[in-house]
């Protein structure tokens, strides 16, 4: 594509894209409200057997929220592979690598989601009928649902990490070389390099309050809501060009309201004499001596040769 296709491209494109990305904020601030909501919170002194009939009585009420965050999840493939193919255009040096990472992290994740919560359930389900042939003393029930657990979910929480893994990897090459283009802020860049982190160590816990919000900015910036200015020149001229920072923006609006002032000042000088009670000076009448030594002088009338000729 030339430039010009290229920009078409990401106009109609972006809009598609970005839906999506506020679909993935949504669902997710959905899923999180309603399992705080639907399902009663666990005692924290609640061993790992009372936990899992705990979630086994609430398997539905888990399933749902399951159900909308495993979407949520997979709609973040939309805005990270839209965000990739704006900026290979731009900077072709940007890892190939990241385009099948965006692509495949964010479903697969979603997918394991699902698998996840049912391997749970199995194993609730396994605790269950154990107590049911035989009454299990606490310590007991903790240890059989701590091995139905590694049983079920080893191999789950594996390939689970892994697509995290990728995933993580594919926020944190698409927002470092989006940055670089010209296509993220550094705030945005940043941010969404710690989204990828938070991934794989959820050090500010399992809300992520963070990936709801670069998400959903992302959702923004396709559609060119961008607060602070607009977005970066990239977005318009389809080259690399670098997100003018904050002092950037500001002196430039200072330039130009400083060119804007003196053109309109030049322009309402009238204007202003009006407005101050005082008619503007009229425009300066010729000399009447440019009148008389000038191109206008008066030239006799062709009567008055003939009246002279009669008197002689």
Excluded: C
């Excluded at 609730?124 to 590694?150: G, H, N, T, V």
């Amino acid at each position: 594509m030339d430039v010009e296709e290229q920009l078409s491209w990401e106009q109609r494109v972006g809009r598609i894209v970005a839906i999506a990305a506020f679909a993935s904020a949504a669902l997710f601030l959905a899923a999180l409200i309603y399992q705080s909501v639907a399902i009663p919170t666990l005692y924290r002194d609640a061993g790992s057997g009372e936990q899992l009939l705990h979630f086994y009585d609430h398997r539905n009420d888990v399933l749902i929220g399951t159900i909308l965050q495993a979407l949520s999840t997979a709609l973040v493939a939309a805005p990270l592979w839209f965000l990739y193919e704006a900026t290979r255009f731009r900077r072709p040096e940007t890892p190939r690598a990241a385009r099948y990472l965006a692509l495949i992290g964010g479903p697969l994740v979603g997918i394991l989601v699902f698998v996840r919560h049912f391997a749970v359930v199995g194993a609730a389900e396994k605790l269950r009928d154990e107590m049911a042939k035989s009454p299990l003393s606490p310590p007991a029930a903790d240890q059989f649902a701590d091995d139905r657990l590694a049983d079920s979910l080893q191999l789950v929480e594996v390939v689970r990490f892994a697509a995290g893994l990728a995933l993580a990897f594919a926020f944190i090459l698409v927002s470092l070389n989006a940055m670089r283009a010209g296509l993220l802020s550094r705030f945005m860049g940043v941010l969404g390099i710690i989204v990828g982190v938070l991934f794989v160590l959820p050090l500010l816990g399992t809300i992520p309050v963070v990936q709801i919000f670069w998400i959903a900015a992302l959702g923004l910036l396709f559609i060119g809501r961008w607060p602070q200015g607009g977005r970066g020149p990239a977005w318009e001229t389809g080259e690399p060009d670098p997100w003018p920072t904050a002092q950037e923006r500001q002196a430039a609006l200072m330039e130009a309201r400083e060119r804007g002032g003196d053109q309109a000042g030049e322009d309402d000088r009238p204007h202003e004499a009006i407005a101050a009670g005082r008619r503007p000076a009229p425009d300066p009448e010729p000399d009447d001596a440019e009148h008389v030594n000038g191109a206008r002088q008066h030239t006799p009338h062709p009567r008055s040769k003939k009246r002279k000729r009669k008197r002689r």
